[in-house]
Structure formats: C-alpha cells, structure tokens
Nanobody
Framework: EVQLQASGGGLVQAGGSLRLSCAVY????????IGWFRQAPGKERESVSC????????YYVDSVKGRFTISSDNAKNTVFLQMNSLKPEDTAVYYC?????????????????WGKGTQVTVSS
C-alpha cells in the first residue's frame, strides 16, 4: 500500500520560512509525480505545486511563484517544498499526493494517494 507522510509544518511569522517534506513509501516516484495541495478553513483544496519524478518538470500556482520551491530526492522518495516569504494567506493544511504526472502550466493530474497533511500557520 502506498503511503505518504507530510511533515515540517508549524507556526511562523509573516516573512518567515518553512520547509515541508513528503516521504513516499511503496511508490515508484521515478515514473510518476508528487503534488502539494493546501486547504484553508472554509475554502476548497487548491493545487500549490508539483514535480515530475521522471523529468523534473515543476509547477507552481501563481500565488506562490517566486516564493516556494519544490525539489526531490529521488533516491529517498522524498519531495520538499521550501516556502519563503510566507504570508498569512498561506495558512492552510498542506497535503502531498501521488499523481500520474505534473504539467508545467496546469499542475498535477491523476491524483490517487494522499497523505494526512501538515498544518502551516502564518501570523501577521
């Protein structure tokens, strides 16, 4: 069974940084992709970023471009989301998910397995 474990969330002041990690077990990341989503209270879940395990294609939602960076350690089946210059509107539960692929201009597609999420809270 595929499992994802997200970690690294916490409470940070506006302008601060956090680094999220998503460890994926029993999943061939080299052939697929990993995506990050977030869901704020009262809002729908939105795609934030993704990375392809096969060719390194990445995607970012416009609101995080220039602030967030996604990367991967394929040998460890782990994906990271470095979040800098955090804003209060980044406050949400962040989830990682397996995906069939990652499109540079459209994000992840074919999401299947989800982790439990990690809370990110940015205070003003």
């Amino acid at each position: 069974e595929v499992q994802l474990q997200a970690s690294g969330g916490g409470l940070v002041q506006a302008g601060g940084s956090l680094r999220l990690s998503c460890a994926v077990y029993r999943f061939a990341f080299d052939d697929y992709a990993i995506g990050w989503f977030r869901q704020a209270p009262g809002k729908e879940r939105e795609s934030v970023s993704c990375i392809s395990g096969s060719d390194g294609t990445t995607y970012y939602v416009d609101s995080v471009k220039g602030r967030f960076t996604i990367s991967s350690d394929n040998a460890k089946n782990t994906v990271f989301l470095q979040m800098n210059s955090l804003k209060p509107e980044d406050t949400a539960v962040y989830y990682c998910t397996t995906a069939w692929g990652c499109r540079q201009n459209a994000g992840p597609y074919g999401m299947e397995h989800w982790g439990k999420g990690t809370q990110v809270t940015v205070s003003s």
